[in-house]
């Protein structure tokens, strides 16, 4: 037991980091949305502090990448999450709706400093890993984020209230800056020539999206991200209002996706790994599927069976971005090519979110899901194209 323990020492500290700082957020995020309610938020204001919480991401992300190559994942980690910890013991001195959407803001802006940082240090730790690993980190970050933290959040809003579970919060981020080390001190930074110049945000930006497999894993993750957020967000309401599902077997339908996602992410690795291309097709295949079945379903019955096809179908094609992710920060620097993975995401869920406040309205939120599969088809077709012109991809 010694023995494994010392063998897999840093995959067990970064699962475990990588948990806590899921369950901080995932806490923070519920948090927020029962103190705006508190608050009396609603309109707009209800809405720009929800898309408030992923603001900052978008333009933040990329920039951040660049400085973890400057100046090494653990100053930055550090850094973020002292500024996130203050803003979030700060926030709840002053109870205002607009105070609130403020410092929801800031906090996003300065998040990707945490999460950017530990991509890196992951995608550099699966080249003597194993690919097989590679749904880890995203796995242990949603396990605290969509299931621990939220079943968290009631609890403790009840016992210690509003203020009290900021403080909580903010004392968890702290932790964090204790705890960092352990992981971030095994990443070793590539070697630069002497006198080597560094190099822009411009270029940076450049050097990435001029890369034809960077950019088409770009697509691919803004798509995965899209589906996904307009399932976490929609299908509550698709269930109570479409199909007269009640509220808490509404909410189920979101447990079940991210169960089976979750799932995936950490068991399916090695199939994946096997599999190879064919995990890629065998992915899209399950998620248009899933689609079809949720656009179509008569009865909430239904909604569970394509929940549970859309959260393996999308761990599938997740697992095979974040190895490839990995593949191409070999080549091209892990820190920029994080911070690019950690834009594309968000930018995908912002659309996916937006759909349903747009094409919802005209054709249904439960026919929208008909859109993503000639979107997932083009994706496979892209795929396969690119392949045939570059036969060295995967």
């Known amino acids: 037991m010694t023995a494994w323990l010392e063998r897999h020492r840093f995959l067990i500290t970064f699962a475990l980091l990588s948990s806590f700082m899921g369950i901080s957020v995932g806490l923070a995020k519920v948090t927020t949305t029962l103190y705006a309610l508190h608050l009396g938020a609603q309109g707009w204001v209800l809405a720009a502090i929800a898309a408030a919480q992923s603001l900052g991401l978008l333009f933040s992300s990329l920039p951040m990448g660049v400085l973890v190559e400057r100046y090494g994942p653990t100053r930055l980690f550090m850094t973020g999450s002292f500024i996130a910890g203050l803003l979030y013991l700060l926030l709840p001195l002053l109870p205002s709706s607009l105070f609130l959407l403020l410092m929801t803001a800031l906090v996003s802006f300065v998040m990707p400093a945490r999460f950017v940082s530990l991509n890196t240090v992951f995608m550099a730790a699966l080249e003597r890993m194993g ?36 403080w909580l919060i903010a004392a968890m981020f702290f932790v964090t800056i204790v705890l960092s080390p352990l992981v971030l001190s095994e990443y070793q930074p590539p070697e630069t020539a002497p006198g080597q110049r560094r190099a822009g945000m411009g270029e940076v930006l450049r050097s990435v999206l001029a890369d034809p497999q960077a950019r088409r894993l770009a697509w691919q993750e803004g798509l995965i991200q899209a589906i996904n957020m307009y399932y976490a967000f929609y299908i509550v309401v698709i269930a109570v209002q479409s199909l007269g599902l009640p509220a808490t077997g509404a909410g189920s339908l979101v447990a079940v996706q991210g169960a089976a996602f979750v799932f995936a992410l950490f068991l399916l690795g090695g199939l994946v790994k096997r599999l190879d291309r064919r995990a890629f097709h065998l992915g899209v295949t399950l998620v248009m599927l899933a689609a079809l079945t949720l656009a179509l379903a ?18 599938l094609l997740q697992i095979q971005n974040l190895t490839q992710f990995s593949r191409i920060g070999t080549r091209l620097g892990h820190g920029r090519v994080a911070g690019f993975s950690a834009l594309t995401g968000p930018a995908g869920g912002l659309v996916g979110s937006l759909l349903g406040g747009t094409l919802g309205q005209w054709i249904g939120l439960q026919r929208v899901f008909l859109i993503f599969i000639p979107l997932f088809f083009l994706m496979a077709l892209h795929r396969r194209r690119s392949h045939a012109l570059l036969p060295g991809t995967t």
């Open 131 to 166: 690919e097989a690993r590679a749904g880890w980190y995203r796995g242990t970050h949603m396990s605290g984020m969509f299931l621990i933290g939220p079943l968290l959040a009631a609890v403790v809003v009840q016992a210690i209230g509003h203020a009290g579970s900021y």
């Open 298 to 315: 008569p009865h909430p019955v239904w909604l569970w069976g394509g929940g549970a096809m859309l959260g393996l179908g999308l761990g």
